[in-house]
């Protein structure tokens, strides 16, 4: 047991603790918390600092207004339901459209009215915010995602996540839904995780749980070898996100969109440490690469371009390989 | 640690002291029947010197009972109109030990002197002049009484009183008789000693003398002066310990056990400690039932610790932080399985009503107001259908934390739903599983004795949660997970 923690400790793996104490206590100040644990507010700052974001619909934050939804929506058939102070993608309804009086789910279910208005109430009524708190719902338009992933994913979004510290991009994966996941990008409920070369923005192999698989379970499609479209704009993207909500360590949720290319579904105060297994590297080398990188630069501020440049150089999967031969 | 240092260093004791200050006393009185209606009745103790009484418990189902209480002399009477069967009695009671020294009895007046035939009457006249002449006062008079009858100096006019004794009982009324001669009261004191636990204590008895101030106490046999301190005086003068009507007394016993860890006890280990050392805060100073709540009190900090220990340390989840500590709580009433059994019992239960509630569609608030109301009708329900059946442990469910109960159900039937029925019941049997160490090791005798001994015990936990709080290695559990970051291994050259 104690060779295995040693062991760990040289890869560089990031235990909860450790990212707990040494990481989000010290770079993410609790006041900034909001901001990215309301997806509501999270979304209008993004607006603000001219980062791109899906459609806001609407937001119900009273019983009341759920009554309002059909206006709300109009014509519109296909959006997400979420809750704005959700976690870990519970309570994320899906529509992709609608069949006569019924909308229909990621799975093809059929979901009449009255459920959704329940499935709205009971997240006003905080069944999936954390310690129960009164929430609202917000609905958003529902991501046309780039054709280019649709060999990778059955129904739902692919995503892909960034590990920002300290605005510089220093991990990334793709999550890719699977029937498991009811075509959700969460790795708790099934998705695939896969580790991105921050580099080249090519996938490498992936996980489902804590097991590899090197195919889409259910497109059979070959995960490894897939080149994410418009990589730099996502790193760009990803970089920015630290000067808008001043969090230190940050994961960063981009989905790509047919139309609108890269755009920032939400931020994570608290990004879970599964990205590490997705791309069979542990994040501590890299962080600690990182802060010896701003001491060397002293009092120098890099903008997010410049970050993102040093991220792809320096961290991409070329010269990790280099420095590991070297 | 430094409170460590201090426990050790300041010498508290950190167990029990043994040298039990309290006991309890329990007497049975077994009754066979024999025709009618069955009268018993028991002597009870009533303020001996240097004992105090608590807790007086009666156990006599069917009987009808009435205390007779008086100055020196209390009764306890039992009848029934018809026994069938053997029977048994019981008295119990807490004595605690006092160091105030109370009268036996109060003043006698002088007796009359024995009216004895011939020859006895003049060789009790002689006796008494005899001594007389050997003493100065009762005191003296009474000793050197004794002395003879214990035959140590032999006299010609003892020997004939002596030859007419049959028994202990018999010395003891001939002593009487001899020192009333020279009107001197005397009165038997009979009881036991509460020097090591016992099932079936000797009962004893002793000889006070009134010397015109006060009672002295001489041991009839020994003639040896002085009442023992382990004396327990349970009743005096010439009356038995029980009498019966209607019935046979089969049995008599008096047992005497030492109350190890008696608040009470610990009460009087403080007082000694109070003054040869600092006079410590300690919740001893509280009424007995608050004192009971207390030692529950203040025992949550030591499950706690065992939560933060298996969430930080070992990395499990559980539904509500701090809710496996309080299921724990309600496990120290019901018993380590019988809670668990009716832990999942209600969870389940409840987690069926809730998946009805559910099709109801009701809203966040009064769904949860009726698993709460749910939990609390199950409850009702599994106390009064065990009890029909007579089992005891289904009366305790209603220990069970209710609202915890239902915010566990509420929690697992969302997780139900959200990640399915395998995680949410894996989640429910972590938090049992985290509960029941969390008992285990709340209910080590040990914490229990320091954390109501010395509360701030409580202080050195808090020190260890906090120097826990800044423990960021890795979790057992990810160990495992992290399993496919294992760096490889060189092989060896």
Same mark, same amino acid.
């Given at each position: 047991?104690?060779?295995?923690i040693?062991?760990?400790?040289?890869?560089?793996?990031?235990?909860?603790?450790?990212?707990?104490?040494?990481y989000?206590?010290?770079?993410?100040?609790?006041?900034?918390?909001?901001?990215?644990?309301?997806?509501?507010?999270?979304?209008?700052?993004?607006?603000?600092?001219?980062?791109?974001?899906?459609?806001?619909?609407?937001?119900?934050?009273?019983?009341?207004?759920?009554?309002?939804?059909?206006?709300?929506l109009?014509?519109?058939?296909?959006?997400?339901?979420?809750?704005?102070?959700?976690?870990?993608?519970?309570g994320?309804?899906?529509?992709?459209?609608?069949?006569?009086?019924?909308?229909?789910?990621?799975?093809?279910?059929?979901?009449?009215?009255?459920?959704?208005e329940?499935?709205?109430t009971?997240?006003?009524?905080?069944?999936?915010s954390?310690?129960?708190q009164?929430?609202?719902?917000?609905?958003?338009?529902?991501?046309?995602?780039?054709?280019?992933?649709?060999?990778?994913?059955?129904?739902?979004?692919?995503?892909?996540?960034?590990?920002v510290?300290?605005?510089?991009?220093?991990?990334?994966?793709?999550?890719?839904?699977?029937?498991?996941?009811?075509g959700?990008?969460?790795?708790?409920?099934?998705?695939?995780?896969?580790?991105?070369?921050?580099?080249?923005?090519?996938?490498?192999?992936?996980?489902?749980?804590?097991?590899?698989v090197?195919?889409?379970?259910d497109?059979?499609?070959?995960?490894?070898?897939?080149?994410?479209?418009?990589?730099?704009?996502?790193?760009?993207?990803?970089?920015?996100?630290?000067?808008a909500?001043?969090?230190?360590?940050?994961?960063?949720d981009?989905?790509?969109?047919?139309?609108?290319?890269?755009?920032?579904?939400?931020?994570?105060?608290?990004?879970?440490?599964?990205?590490?297994?997705?791309?069979?590297?542990?994040?501590?080398?890299?962080?600690?690469?990182?802060?010896?990188?701003?001491?060397?630069?002293?009092d120098?501020?890099?903008?997010?371009?410049?970050?993102?440049?040093?991220?792809?150089?320096?961290?991409?999967?070329?010269?990790?390989?280099a420095?590991?031969?070297? | 640690?430094?409170?460590?240092?201090?426990?050790?260093?300041?010498?508290y004791?950190?167990y029990?002291?043994?040298?039990?200050?309290? &006991?309890?006393?329990?007497?049975?009185l077994e009754?066979?029947?024999?025709?009618?209606?069955?009268?018993?009745s028991l002597? @009870?103790?009533?303020?001996?010197?240097?004992?105090n009484?608590?807790?007086?418990?009666?156990?006599?189902?069917g009987?009808?009972?009435?205390?007779?209480?008086?100055?020196?002399?209390?009764?306890?009477?039992?009848?029934?109109?018809r026994?069938?069967?053997s029977k048994?009695?019981?008295?119990?009671?807490?004595?605690?030990?006092?160091?105030?020294?109370?009268?036996?009895?109060?003043?006698?007046?002088?007796?009359?002197?024995?009216?004895?035939?011939?020859?006895?009457?003049?060789?009790?006249?002689?006796?008494?002049?005899?001594?007389?002449?050997?003493?100065?006062?009762t005191?003296?008079?009474?000793?050197?009484?004794?002395?003879?009858?214990t035959?140590?100096?032999?006299?010609e006019?003892?020997?004939?009183?002596l030859?007419?004794?049959?028994?202990?009982?018999?010395r003891?009324?001939?002593?009487?008789?001899?020192?009333?001669?020279?009107?001197?009261?005397? @009165?038997?004191?009979?009881?036991i000693?509460?020097?090591?636990?016992?099932?079936?204590?000797?009962?004893?008895?002793?000889? !006070?003398?009134?010397?015109?101030?006060?009672?002295?106490?001489?041991?009839?046999?020994?003639?040896?002066?002085?009442?023992?301190?382990?004396?327990?005086i349970? &009743?005096?003068?010439?009356?038995?310990?029980?009498?019966?009507?209607?019935?046979?007394?089969?049995?008599?016993?008096?047992s005497?056990?030492?109350?190890v860890?008696?608040?009470?006890?610990?009460?009087?280990?403080?007082?000694?400690?109070?003054?040869?050392?600092?006079?410590?805060?300690?919740?001893?100073?509280?009424?007995?039932?608050?004192?009971?709540?207390?030692e529950?009190?203040?025992?949550i900090?030591?499950?706690?610790?065992?939560?933060?220990l298996?969430?930080?340390?070992?990395? @499990?989840?559980s539904?509500?932080?701090?809710?496996?500590v309080?299921?724990?709580?309600?496990?120290?009433?019901?018993?380590?399985?019988?809670?668990?059994?009716?832990?999942?019992l209600?969870?389940?239960?409840g987690?069926?009503f809730?998946?009805y509630?559910?099709?109801?569609?009701l809203?966040?608030?009064?769904r949860?107001a009726?698993?709460v109301?749910?939990?609390?009708i199950?409850?009702?329900?599994?106390?009064?259908?065990?009890?029909?059946?007579?089992?005891?442990?289904g009366?305790?469910?209603?220990?069970?934390?209710?609202?915890?109960?239902?915010?566990?159900?509420?929690?697992m039937?969302?997780?139900?739903?959200e990640?399915?029925?395998?995680?949410s019941?894996?989640?429910?049997?972590?938090?049992?599983?985290?509960? !029941?160490?969390?008992?285990?090791?709340?209910?080590?005798d040990?914490?229990?004795y320091?954390?109501?001994?010395?509360p701030?015990?409580?202080?050195?936990?808090?020190?260890?949660?906090?120097?826990?709080?800044?423990?960021?290695?890795?979790?057992?559990?990810?160990?495992?997970?992290f399993?496919?970051?294992?760096?490889?291994?060189?092989?060896?050259?």
């Open positions: 047991m104690i060779g295995r040693l062991n760990l400790r040289r890869a560089g793996v990031l235990g909860l603790n450790a990212r707990n104490g040494d989000i206590f010290h770079y993410n100040q609790r006041k900034y918390y909001p901001l990215v644990d309301d997806k509501i507010l999270c979304k209008e700052r993004m607006v603000r600092e001219n980062l791109p974001v899906p459609e806001l619909i609407g937001v119900l934050r009273e019983m009341h207004e759920v009554g309002d939804v059909a206006d709300m109009g014509e519109c058939k296909e959006f997400v339901v979420k809750p704005a102070n959700g976690s870990g993608g519970d994320i309804l899906v529509i992709l459209g609608s069949q006569g009086e019924y909308f229909l789910d990621a799975d093809g279910r059929m979901v009449d009215f009255e459920t959704l329940h499935h709205i009971n997240i006003i009524g905080g069944i999936y954390l310690g129960g009164p929430d609202a719902a917000m609905i958003e338009s529902l991501v046309h995602f780039d054709p280019a992933f649709s060999r990778l994913t059955y129904h739902g979004v692919p995503d892909v996540r960034v590990i510290f300290k605005g510089y991009p220093v991990m990334a994966m793709s999550r890719l839904p699977t029937r498991r996941s009811h959700k990008a969460n790795l708790h409920q099934g998705a695939i995780g896969v580790g991105i070369d921050l580099g080249s923005g090519i996938t490498m192999g992936g996980v489902s749980g804590n097991s590899t090197s195919h889409h379970p497109t059979g499609a070959e995960i490894a070898g897939f080149h994410v479209p418009g990589w730099n704009r996502i790193l760009d993207m990803s970089s920015r996100c630290y000067e909500v001043h969090l230190g360590y940050l994961g960063v981009i989905v790509l969109d047919r139309d609108l290319g890269p755009l920032i579904l939400e931020l994570n105060a608290r990004p879970g440490l599964n990205i590490q297994i997705a791309n069979r590297r542990g994040l501590r080398h890299r962080l600690d690469a990182v802060d010896a990188h701003c001491i060397e630069l002293g120098v501020v890099e903008n997010p371009a410049q970050r993102a440049q040093w991220s792809r150089d320096i961290l991409g999967e070329a010269a990790q390989q420095k590991l031969a070297g | 640690m430094i409170f460590a240092y201090k426990v050790i260093r300041l010498g004791p950190p029990p002291d043994m040298e039990s200050a309290a &006991w309890t006393v329990q007497a049975k009754l066979t029947p024999e025709k009618g209606a069955v009268r018993a002597t @009870l103790p009533s303020r001996p010197s240097g004992y009484l608590a807790q007086e418990n009666f156990v006599s189902r009987f009808g009972l009435t205390v007779k209480e008086g100055n020196f002399n209390r009764k306890a009477d039992w009848a029934i109109r026994l069938r069967d048994s009695l019981y008295y119990r009671l807490l004595v605690i030990r006092d160091t105030q020294q109370r009268s036996f009895a109060s003043r006698p007046d002088y007796p009359a002197p024995p009216d004895l035939e011939e020859p006895f009457a003049t060789a009790a006249r002689d006796l008494v002049n005899k001594v007389r002449a050997e003493s100065a006062d005191e003296s008079f009474a000793a050197a009484m004794l002395n003879r009858l035959g140590s100096e032999p006299d006019n003892m020997d004939l009183f030859a007419e004794v049959e028994n202990f009982r018999d003891v009324n001939l002593a009487q008789t001899l020192l009333a001669g020279a009107r001197i009261p005397t @009165l038997q004191l009979h009881g000693r509460l020097d090591a636990d016992a099932q079936r204590a000797k009962l004893e008895t002793l000889l !006070a003398v009134y010397n015109g101030d006060e009672w002295l106490v001489f041991d009839p046999v020994s003639a040896a002066e002085g009442l023992p301190g382990d004396f327990f349970w &009743w005096t003068g010439q009356g038995e310990l029980a009498e019966v009507k209607g019935a046979h007394i089969k049995d008599l016993q008096i005497t056990r030492q109350r860890k008696s608040s009470l006890e610990l009460a009087q280990q403080r007082a000694e400690l109070q003054k040869s050392r600092i006079s410590l805060i300690s919740t001893l100073q509280l009424p007995i039932q608050t004192q009971a709540v207390y529950i009190l203040l025992l900090p030591i499950g706690i610790l065992v939560i933060v298996l969430r930080n340390f070992v990395g @499990l989840s539904f509500g932080t701090f809710a496996p309080l299921i724990a709580l309600a496990f120290r009433e019901t018993e380590l399985l019988k809670g668990i059994g009716l832990f999942v209600i969870v389940s239960m987690l069926f809730r998946f509630l559910e099709r109801l569609r809203l966040l608030v009064p949860l009726a698993v109301t749910i939990v609390v199950l409850m009702t329900a599994i106390s009064i259908i065990s009890n029909e059946f007579g089992y005891e442990t009366l305790s469910v209603s220990l069970f934390p209710m609202i915890i109960v239902s915010m566990v159900i509420e929690r039937s969302v997780v139900w739903e990640r399915g029925a395998f995680t019941i894996k989640e429910g049997i972590g938090s049992l599983f985290m509960a !029941a160490l969390a008992y285990l090791v709340m209910s080590v040990m914490f229990a320091w954390v109501t001994v010395f701030e015990v409580n202080l050195m936990i808090l020190g260890i949660i906090i120097a826990l709080g800044r423990y960021t290695g890795f979790r057992l559990t990810e160990l495992r997970r399993k496919p970051l294992l760096v490889k291994e060189k092989a060896p050259e």
